[in-house]
Antibody
Framework: EVQLVESGGDLVQPGGSLRLSCAAS????????MNWVRQAPGKGLEWISY????????YYADSVKGRFTISRDNAKKSLYLQMNSLRAEDTAVYHC??????????????WGQGTLVTVSS | QSVLTQPPSVSAAPGQKVTISCSGS????????VSWYQQLPGTAPKLLIY???KRPSGIPDRFSGSKSATSATLGITGLQTGDEADYYC???????????FGGGTKLTVL
């Protein structure tokens, strides 16, 4: 079964840093583009970042641009999110999700369970 | 504030049909495909519909999707108590290289 498992979430002070990981299994990781999507408590889904298969192309939502960095290690079948200058509004469950594209269509499947990041003093 | 607008909640009785709307604009839904996701309480989102109206393998045909101009609709027939969940519409905007989601709709099966 294709699976994504996130880790690394924690309580961190405003202005602090954190690195999230997402371990992939049961699919050829290097062939797929990946994303991070977050969900603030009681709120909806917010896409925050994308990376292509070889890691050379990355996109970010304006809300995290310049503070977060997405990366991947295909040998380890892992996706990462380095989060710097964290703010209270970054408090959320962070999901990794595989994205597929065809003919202009893009969809997210599967998703990981998520890891909770809490930014508070 | 989400780019795509969904009603906060909908409800219907078991066995009935419900529709969930997703409203956007010519710059998002109007030019991109729509996908739909189900998030059961305490679980990860799950893909229900992609390409406006396509169901992945394993998704029952009780779930359907449609799109017209700048709006999309998820339909669920034969409602079951197990369908109680949050439902999200989403789209990938190739011109912006970004994903967008609706605010989510909580479905209650009375």
């Amino acid at each position: 079964e294709v699976q994504l498992v996130e880790s690394g979430g924690d309580l961190v002070q405003p202005g602090g840093s954190l690195r999230l990981s997402c371990a992939a299994s049961e699919f050829t990781f290097k062939n797929y583009e990946m994303n991070w999507v977050r969900q603030a408590p009681g709120k909806g889904l917010e896409w925050i970042s994308y990376i292509n298969g070889d890691g050379n192309t990355r996109y970010y939502a304006d809300s995290v641009k310049g503070r977060f960095t997405i990366s991947r290690d295909n040998a380890k079948k892992s996706l990462y999110l380095q989060m710097n200058s964290l703010r209270a509004e970054d408090t959320a469950v962070y999901h990794c999700a595989r994205v597929s594209f065809t003919g202009g269509d893009g969809w997210f499947d599967p998703w990981g369970q998520g890891t909770l990041v809490t930014v508070s003093s | 504030q989400s780019v795509l607008t969904q009603p906060p909640s909908v409800s219907a009785a078991p066995g009935q049909k419900v529709t969930i709307s997703c409203s956007g604009s010519s710059s998002n839904i109007g030019k991109n495909y729509v996908s739909w996701y189900q998030q059961l309480p305490g679980t990860a989102p799950k893909l229900l519909i992609y390409g406006n109206n396509k169901r992945p393998s394993g998704i029952p045909d009780r779930f359907s999707g449609s799109k017209s101009a700048t709006s999309a609709t998820l339909g669920i027939t034969g409602l079951q108590t197990g369908d109680e969940a949050d439902y999200y519409c989403g789209t990938w905007d190739s011109s912006l290289s970004a994903g967008f989601f609706g605010g989510g709709t909580k479905l209650t099966v009375l």
